[in-house]
């Protein structure tokens, strides 16, 4: 209604005007007759409301449309009144949403393709990686080491660009399953055992054993994996320690804690670590960081119905907590 009314503000100014000019001529030429100009203001306004009334109902869906945001693309074809108006509008709206839905599908096709060519490309990169790997594994000697560690920063260079492209897709590579937290935690840690080792960082984990999340493995692995790579990688002494520590948050939910020793994160660049591509002081610092770790932590946790936090105090260290919905105590 109040976009009719706007759009017939133009014609009862004209109108209004017009009123006024014939009351003007009618006075001037001499007729004294008020009661018969009030009958015939009463008359046109009478018929300027019938006509006004009459374009309200013959387009009040037209009207109601523009005014109402559709809830999905189906309801965006138009008014389904007969008016000229109603019907040119909706044969447009028709053709365009045809158009939009064409190259939707078309840009849907690409993204599909794209992805394609990114897992093939990444598993492709993996094979001589693997094979590099088994040729050096029996190898000592620092060439053979730096080759290793070179490998590994590889290795994890190629999963973050596998799990950026799978993100899109998740509920198409997503398996839920109970698992025990420590147990978990050790098997990551284990894997960063050379990179442990290569920064002379200690992992200690603190962990209730009877705690049982249910979470998928792949996902939740690769999200440890990211926290970690990031608490050695600002952590700049030797001799420090990464701290796991698990238990059970008032009897509702599970938490994990990684809490690291590094050079912290600071106050101003808090709000924003979450933030795809964002490094912020540290990251000027520290010439490898990405800004798609922690990025790719919080869309995974949301996704897995896990909740991410961090704080942080700058010079003392950084703590990432994970917090798990579901989770289960097992008997010992």
Known sequence: ????????????????????????????????????????????????????????????????????????????????????????????????????????????????????????????????????????????????????????????????????ARLDTFEHDFYVERLELETLVRGVTSEQKRLFIRNRIFPTIKIDERIAVTTDEKWLSFVLTQIITNAIRYTTEVGKHVYFHGYIQEEKRAVLEIRDEGVGIPAGDLPRVFDPYFTGVNGRTFQESTGMGLYLVKQICGKLGHEVSICSEEGKGTTVRIVFREFYLTNM
Request: glycine residues 8%; aromatic residues 10%; neutral net charge.
């Open 1 to 164: 209604m109040k976009l009719f009314l706007r759009e017939q503000i133009p014609l009862i100014v004209i109108y209004l005007a017009q009123l006024i000019l014939i009351t003007l001529v009618y006075r001037l030429d001499g007729g004294s007759g008020v009661s018969v100009s009030l009958y015939a203001a009463l008359l046109s306004t009478c018929l300027l409301l019938g006509y006004l009334a009459y374009r309200y109902i013959s387009n009040r869906t037209f009207y109601e449309r523009l005014e109402t945001v559709p809830s999905s693309l189906d309801e965006a074809g138009g008014p389904s009144q007969d008016s000229p108006l109603a019907v040119s509008l909706r044969g447009l709206l028709g053709s365009q949403f045809r158009l939009y839905k064409n190259d939707l599908h078309s840009y849907r096709h690409k993204l599909e393709e794209h992805i394609h060519f990114i897992n093939q490309w990444v598993h492709g990169m993996k094979t001589p990686l693997s094979v590099i790997h088994l040729m050096i594994q029996d190898k000592d000697g620092p060439p053979f080491t730096a080759i290793g560690d070179e490998l590994d920063r590889l290795k994890k260079g190629l999963d973050t660009v596998l799990y950026t």
